[in-house]
């Protein structure tokens, strides 16, 4: 994984947790809508989409064949006047959440991203093998890993226009 990628990580995953540590417990999971989700729920999301991604990684990488696909425009996840609906694997419970104890589900769930990561030799192999992402097809491995930031800001801009609508002040 290149430094830029593990850099964007490390800088989209700072300013999330900094966006939602002064929260509130009501902020945090309070919803303006039946139809949105909560503070802590994009937050969850966030969590269970990073678990996904290692599984279709690991998943990608035991493709026995060369899956070799064309590289995607991954930019397009900040796009969000692009609608995607979550899978359901990756869609948030509706109970509530600590801002803590969501801090530590963040935590964990990039340590366990990152060891998994670390325990793949060739990262070139990366870029050879494909798997199919719900939202953009097939896609190489490594700009799964890409991906991760760049959906993690799509919903940090969220995570501010629903700080508005619950008129967070700071």
Same mark, same amino acid.
């Given at each position: 994984?290149?430094?830029?990628?593990?850099?964007?990580?490390?800088?989209?995953?700072?300013? @999330?947790?900094?966006? %939602?540590?002064?929260?509130?417990?009501?902020?945090?999971?309070?919803?303006?809508?039946?139809?949105?989700?909560? =503070?802590?729920?994009?937050?969850?999301?966030?969590?269970?989409?990073? +678990?996904?991604? %290692?599984?279709?990684?690991?998943?990608?990488?035991? +493709?026995?064949?060369?899956?070799?696909?064309?590289?995607?425009?991954?930019?397009?996840?900040?796009?969000?006047?692009?609608?995607? +609906?979550?899978?359901? =694997?990756?869609?948030?419970?509706?109970?509530?959440?600590?801002?803590?104890?969501?801090?530590? @589900?963040?935590?964990?769930?990039?340590?366990?991203?990152?060891?998994?990561?670390?325990? =793949?030799?060739? *990262?070139?192999? @990366?870029?050879? *093998?494909?798997?199919?992402?719900?939202?953009?097809?097939?896609?190489?491995?490594?700009?799964? %890993?890409?991906?991760?930031?760049?959906?993690?800001?799509?919903?940090?801009?969220?995570?501010?226009?629903? *700080? @508005?609508?619950?008129?967070?002040?700071?």
């Amino acid at each position: 994984m290149s430094n830029l990628v593990n850099d964007k990580l490390n800088e989209t995953r700072s300013n @999330l947790v900094k966006e %939602i540590t002064s929260l509130s417990y009501t902020q945090f999971n309070s919803r303006i809508g039946t139809d949105m989700w909560s =503070i802590a729920q994009v937050c969850h999301h966030l969590v269970l989409v990073e +678990q996904a991604t %290692i599984k279709a990684i690991a998943w990608g990488l035991k +493709q026995v064949d060369d899956t070799r696909t064309e590289r995607k425009n991954v930019h397009l996840m900040l796009d969000r006047t692009k609608k995607f +609906q979550a899978p359901e =694997i990756v869609e948030p419970g509706t109970e509530p959440f600590e801002v803590q104890s969501m801090v530590d @589900l963040l935590n964990d769930s990039r340590e366990k991203l990152l060891g998994f990561l670390s325990t =793949i030799e060739d *990262k070139s192999i @990366l870029a050879e *093998k494909s798997f199919k992402h719900p939202a953009l097809g097939e896609l190489p491995l490594d700009q799964w %890993i890409e991906q991760i930031y760049l959906h993690e800001q799509r919903h940090m801009e969220q995570i501010k226009e629903l *700080k @508005l609508l619950l008129d967070v002040r700071h």
